[in-house]
């Protein structure tokens, strides 16, 4: 399997981060005193205290970023293998691109005239 | 069944799949959940690969654990008491009960039926033989014979996406 082949040096990247990963926790857990303490313990040790839990409930917007935002990744997803081979597909290959991405452009316009791509 | 490197192989990232599929289900803190069905996800990148399907993998790891693992993060963040959850939320339980069962079974023969059953015409063929590289994707996009009506047909899926999120997220017109 030519593929399998291709990525055993992130395979090896793989197993290397784990076993780094594991051995400095390890280590650090066998050699280093514990000793927490309240400031120590805190989400910023040497930062600002936390006013409040961060566990609130966030307003609907960020949903609305986050889904146009796969949209547009899933839109590039569909153009890049067409833009690896589009120099030797020639004409009809453009075509069906220019129509692609029009069907897309009036999701885009529908987006921009609810001003849903603005913050406020 | 032989047993070498890519049996091994697989054997660990159908763990890490299963693991994590069994953590998002079995965990009581939605937040937990989603760490673990992006685990999974990886799992499933990792069983691409051995798939020969390395753009898959790719986008598995972009499109998944970038976006939409981030997606339902959001989502969990947007609903009430997330982590306050301490016994199981579900009043419909029978009825999901079935939905999930069909669905496995669905899954089970769609599985079983073109690997096994009769008319494989494509069973003799290596799945990298068919659409082995990226190019090979981008020309089958582009092919009359192959999937240009899908292509096209992504572009409108994904104009109604858009459109059905601001409809439903946008708290005014």
């Known amino acids: ?120 | 069944m032989e047993f070498n490197i890519h049996s091994i192989v697989f054997l660990i990232f159908s763990v890490i799949t299963l693991g994590g599929g069994l953590g998002t289900v079995t965990s009581r803190n939605l937040i937990h959940g989603a760490v673990y069905l992006i685990v999974s996800l990886f799992g499933v990148a990792g069983l691409f690969i051995l798939l020969s399907a390395p753009f898959l993998a790719a986008i598995q790891v972009l499109v998944y654990i970038g976006a939409i693992a981030i997606l339902i993060i959001f989502a969990v963040m947007l609903t009430r008491s997330m982590t306050r959850m301490t016994e199981i939320y579900n009043r419909q339980w029978s009825l999901s009960l079935v939905v999930s069962a069909l669905l496995f079974v669905l899954l089970l023969v769609g599985i079983i039926l073109p690997v096994w059953g009769p008319g494989t015409a494509n069973a003799a063929l290596q799945p990298s033989e068919l659409v082995a590289t990226t190019v090979d994707l981008g020309v089958a996009f582009v092919d009359g014979n192959q999937f240009v009506l899908p292509f096209e047909v992504a572009s409108l899926l994904l104009t109604a996406a858009m459109i059905g999120a601001i409809v439903i997220a946008r708290d005014r017109d």
């Open chain 1, 1 to 120: 399997m030519p593929t399998f082949d291709e990525f055993a040096p992130i395979g090896a990247l793989l197993i290397l981060s784990v076993v780094m990963v594991a051995l400095i926790t390890i280590i650090s857990r066998l050699f280093g005193p514990y000793r927490p303490s309240l400031r120590k313990t805190a989400p910023y040790e040497s930062g600002m205290k936390p006013i409040g839990p961060a566990v609130r409930r966030f307003p609907v917007r960020f949903y609305l970023i986050a889904v146009l935002f796969i949209l547009f990744d899933i839109e590039v997803v569909f153009m890049l293998p067409w833009a690896v081979v589009f120099r030797q597909l020639g004409l009809f290959a453009l075509i069906e691109m220019v129509i692609f991405i029009a069907i897309l452009l009036v999701g885009y316009f529908y987006a921009w005239r609810k001003g849903a791509l603005e913050w406020e």
